[in-house]
């Protein structure tokens, strides 16, 4: 089974320029998370998609921050424009169905380290 | 904000048993307790989770207290590819009735050879 992919994989910008990540994940997970992950720090949940509908963005910057999930399989996530406190690690989880009150399993990707200078 | 509170740092010798603790004073009945990991360079990933009953699988046991307040994550035999930073969490009710997870900042597992 493939993992969750993500690309890029970094990303170097200046501040005030734009940036924009994607994920790919799991094959049949309904559920899609972008988390932010500032070094030393563990992840922060960004936003939370159910299909194509968003759940959760109550953490999402919104004034810089936007994200989409086209036909509820690909999302991306864009930043614009960037601030130097932007610099972290960016992760995308999936997971089947987090309505389940037992249990679901997030399944991350590798993430996208960004560096704003 | 986190509900759960652990070390910040430990360190093992390579094949002893390592046992991670992890305090949730406020857990509710129906909260489970997970694990995960992230190793160097990588995403998290699952390890192990439980309600109320000790939990074993390849990766590690999970031995929760009778009042559920603490969980110990045990790794029976650590080594070199076990150094991470390893997450005790419990998951958090959103208002849409879906759950997601709340990191802290986890324990960073040091292995010596």
């Excluded at chain 1, 994989?9 to 992950?37: D, M």
């Excluded at chain 1, 932007?86 to 993430?111: E, H, I, M, N």
């Excluded at chain 2, 010798?13 to 129906?30: A, D, K, Q, R, Y």
């Excluded at chain 2, 959103?94 to 050879?113: E, H, N, P």
Aim: net charge positive; aromatic share 8%.
């Amino acid at each position: 089974e493939a993992g969750v992919a993500q690309s890029p994989r970094y990303k170097i910008i200046e501040k005030r320029q734009s940036v924009a990540f994607w994920c790919n994940p799991i094959s049949g997970h309904a559920t899609l998370y972008w988390y932010q992950q500032i070094l030393g720090q563990g992840p922060k949940l960004l936003i939370q998609f159910q299909n194509n509908g968003v759940v959760d963005d109550s953490q999402l910057p919104k004034d810089r921050f936007s994200a989409e999930r086209l036909k509820g399989v690909d999302s991306t996530l864009k930043i614009q424009p960037a601030k130097l406190e932007d610099s972290a690690v960016y992760l995308c989880a999936s997971s089947l169905d987090p309505t389940r009150l037992s249990t679901d399993t997030q399944y991350f990707g590798p993430g996208t380290r960004l560096t704003v200078l | 904000d986190a509900k759960t509170t652990q070390p910040n740092s430990m360190e093992s010798n390579e094949e002893e048993p390592v046992h991670l603790p992890c305090n949730h004073s406020t857990i509710s009945g129906t909260d489970y307790i997970h694990w995960y990991r992230q190793l160097p360079s990588q995403g998290p990933e699952y390890v192990i989770h439980g309600l109320t009953s000790n939990v074993n699988n390849r990766m590690a046991s999970l031995a929760i207290a009778e009042d559920r307040k603490s969980s110990t994550l045990i790794l029976h035999r650590a080594t070199l590819r076990d150094a991470a930073v390893y997450y005790c969490i419990l998951r958090d009710r959103a208002t849409s009735g879906t759950y997601k997870y709340i990191f802290g900042t986890g324990t960073r597992l040091k292995v010596l050879a």
